[in-house]
Nanobody, 127 residues
Framework: QVQLVESGGGLVQTGGSLRLSCAAA????????????MGWFRQTPGKEREFVAA????????YYADSVKGRFTISRDNAKNTVYLQMSSLKPEDTAVYYC????????????????WGQGAQVTVSS
């Protein structure tokens, strides 16, 4: 089992920026953790979890939901077993609980394709 610990959520005004981090706390007991795709999803009350961005462990470009393309940037630091989501030009519709997730698959975009999940971080964008 891999424990994912998120940090960096909060309240920001429209147009502002936030960076989320997600560290694999049990990476020592999971030596292949850096061969996992790392992704971010978000969820608002009453709605399904929505794909935001992901980055494969193989050399390939990250991929994004159309709604965040050009505003959000995902990156990973394998030495720290950490994935980041830099969010810029935030809009009120970006308000959600953001979840990081790890998948053993390449190129996953749906929640069911991910194996491990963080606890969630609230991001609130005020208008």
């Amino acid at each position: 089992q891999v424990q994912l610990v998120e940090s960096g959520g909060g309240l920001v005004q429209t147009g502002g920026s936030l960076r989320l981090s997600c560290a694999a706390a049990s990476a020592r007991t999971f030596p292949s953790i850096n061969r996992y795709t790392m992704g971010w999803f978000r969820q608002t009350p009453g709605k399904e979890r929505e794909f935001v961005a992901a980055i494969n462990w193989i050399p390939s470009p990250p991929y994004y939901a159309d709604s965040v393309k050009g505003r959000f940037t995902i990156s990973r630091d394998n030495a720290k077993n950490t994935v980041y989501l830099q969010m810029s030009s935030l809009k009120p519709e970006d308000t959600a609980v953001y979840y990081c997730a790890y998948s053993s698959r390449t190129g996953p975009r749906t929640a069911s394709e991910y194996d491990f999940w963080g606890q969630g971080a609230q991001v609130t964008v005020s208008s």
